[in-house]
């Protein structure tokens, strides 16, 4: 038996109402527990901020994309480098690091979750072997679906049933977590050298539009019971005009009657354009955050940009192209046999660049535009639009007017005229960013039931311990204290063990591995089915039989078992 004992801390738990109470935290084997005896360890947080830990609902620091873009830039391995010390391994790189640098930089930032935003089912092995070296960050896989051959005949078919029971099939075989689509139908017709342009054109070959498929998968996620919703990179990302794409997605989603969530949209700053080139590009982050505001349904991330160089990584191998024949960097694009693509490209976003202005005022507009905190999370889609390091700016400027101000007066002289983030007065309090950084992921993600995302009685010990006296520190004018008391903690405890203390991390940690199992009536279920499994015998590189990845690659696996309706 572990105890451990936090005094005077000074919590903000909005999943328990709890808004800068200070109080004693006691925890007993992993979990926040009524009292602990007088033996316990005792750490005094001095009445500073109390946060339950970090949760970044949607990231890229797992898998084959990314360490792709660790291949394609040797010159981000010179930066960020950390030397070995005792247990904790050499780290480099600073916008796409090594697994380790990942896991540890979230730990002194006090984040322990983390969803990786895309993993290809074939290439899941990858996956899991790179959280496995993520230690201090409990890990859950979006499993790519948007170009599924299975899935797009039967969703041509109008089976929801089907494309229920291939999912089921899929997750439990890959041991992924929910249902990610990236341009839906976009990245197969790129295995043509073509792309979609909107929700109802027809993919090539398929006899299906982006619309079906994502209703389909909306009502096969719901069939399923799956925790998460279905996670949606829309069609047209990165194009100017594209937020008519992002309303027509919006509008597909079902009003659901008890409240639940049945959509989450990521990274939605590079879907909020008007316009129609590249030099009349606007901000339309209030039509976007207005149809937020009216669909309690959805659930959205900022997918912000920050300024400075990082490395583009998507499933979206057409809007890669496209970025690649912009810029004329290097350039890597992937297509995964029958299941969807890949495309990575480095950037540079620029405050010369009137278009990277734009950029970044829109994904602070959604937020502060989004009257719910639950329903816009901070993100950054990392490393896409920043490194997730950047998180502690990015608070800073969502509480406070003056910091906005003082950065816009800093941007391209033109960036006025196309946002409107100069005219939102809105400065956003604690509770809000304990909302957008970790309960607002919980429940999004459907892990509040995991004990994640507070500390009511029972949930696990991940508890961010910051250097911010919040009750004496004004946002608004003391902005510096903000981004500076963010980026590290005093205390960082994960499942009731400190891993990092004033920004150093202390202990090597040991993940868990969350993925989803879902049951369906033995009458559906595709493992049996001719047709999927001729997808196997004349498609596929692997044999049906090698395709699951085995327990071994989750040695901490913790797995969610759904029934599927009858
Ligand atoms: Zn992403």
Not at 154 to 174: E, G, M, N
Not at 451 to 456: A, E, N, Q, S, V
Request: charged content about 20%; glycine content about 8%.
């Amino acid at each position: 038996m572990t105890e451990l004992l936090v005094k005077n801390a000074c919590v903000i738990d909005p999943l328990n109402r709890i808004s800068m109470e200070i109080m004693d935290l006691p925890i007993r084997d992993g979990r926040i527990v009524e009292s602990v005896s007088s033996v316990a360890d005792v750490i005094d947080a001095q009445g500073c901020l109390t946060l339950p830990g970090g949760i970044d609902s949607h990231s890229h620091v797992c898998g084959t994309k990314v360490n792709f873009g660790r291949y394609m830039s040797p010159e981000d391995m010179r930066a960020g480098r950390t030397a070995r010390r005792g247990k904790m391994h050499v780290t480099s790189g600073y916008y796409v690091p090594t697994t380790f640098g990942n896991s540890y930089r979230y730990s002194t930032m006090g984040y322990t979750t983390v969803l990786e935003g895309a993993m290809a089912p074939l290439e899941a092995r990858h996956t899991h072997e790179e959280f496995t070296a993520t230690p201090h960050q409990d890990m859950m896989a979006n499993t790519l679906f948007d170009g599924n051959w299975a899935i797009m005949e039967a969703v041509q078919k109008h089976d929801v049933r089907k494309a229920a029971a291939i999912v089921a099939w899929t997750l439990s075989a890959v041991k992924g977590y929910s249902i990610k689509l990236t341009n839906p139908g976009g990245t197969e017709a790129w295995g043509w050298g073509e792309d979609v342009s909107s929700v109802h054109e027809q993919v090539p070959n398929f006899n299906v539009t982006p619309a079906e498929i994502i209703t389909t998968m909306i009502q096969a996620n719901e069939l399923l019971h799956l925790p998460h919703s279905v996670h949606l990179h829309c069609n047209n990302l990165g194009k100017p005009g594209n937020f008519q794409t992002t309303l027509e997605t919006f509008d597909l989603v079902p009003d659901s009657n008890n409240g639940r969530q049945t959509l989450y949209a990521t990274h939605v700053q590079f879907h909020a354009y008007g316009g129609t080139t590249w030099q009349n590009i606007n901000s339309k982050a209030e039509e976007i955050s207005r149809s937020v505001n009216a669909k309690p349904q959805i659930v959205m991330d900022m997918g912000q940009i920050m300024f400075g160089r990082t490395m583009t990584m998507t499933a979206d191998g057409p809007m890669e192209f496209n970025l690649y024949r912009l810029h004329h960097n290097k350039w890597s694009n992937h297509d995964v046999e029958l299941e969807t693509g890949s495309g990575i490209i480095p950037v540079l976003y620029s405050k010369k660049s009137l278009v990277n202005c734009v950029m970044w005022a829109i994904g602070l507009e959604l937020a502060l535009l989004t009257k719910n905190p639950y329903q816009c999370l901070l993100a950054t889609d990392n490393p896409n639009g920043a490194p997730f390091v950047k998180y502690p700016e990015i608070i800073g400027l969502l509480m406070s007017k003056r910091y906005r101000d003082e950065e816009c007066a800093t941007l391209h002289s033109g960036t006025g005229q196309r946002t409107v983030i100069s005219s939102i007065d809105r400065e956003m309090d604690w509770n809000e960013i304990a909302i957008m950084t970790r309960a607002g992921q919980a429940k999004a993600l459907g892990i509040i039931t995991q004990g994640k995302g507070h500390l009511g009685l029972g949930a696990e010990a991940d508890v961010a311990i910051y250097p911010i006296r919040c009750r004496d520190v004004d946002p608004s004018t003391e902005y510096r204290k903000v981004t500076e008391g963010f980026q590290k903690t005093m205390y960082t405890i994960k499942r009731g063990r400190v891993i990092a203390r004033n920004g150093e991390v202390i202990v090597e940690g040991a993940n868990s591995t969350f993925w989803v199992n879902p049951s369906v009536p033995e009458e559906i279920n595709v493992a049996d089915d001719p047709e999927f499994v001729k997808k196997f015998k004349e498609y596929y590189t692997v044999r049906m039989s090698n395709y699951p990845v085995q327990d071994v690659y989750l040695p901490r696996g913790k797995c969610i078992r759904t029934e599927a309706m009858r």
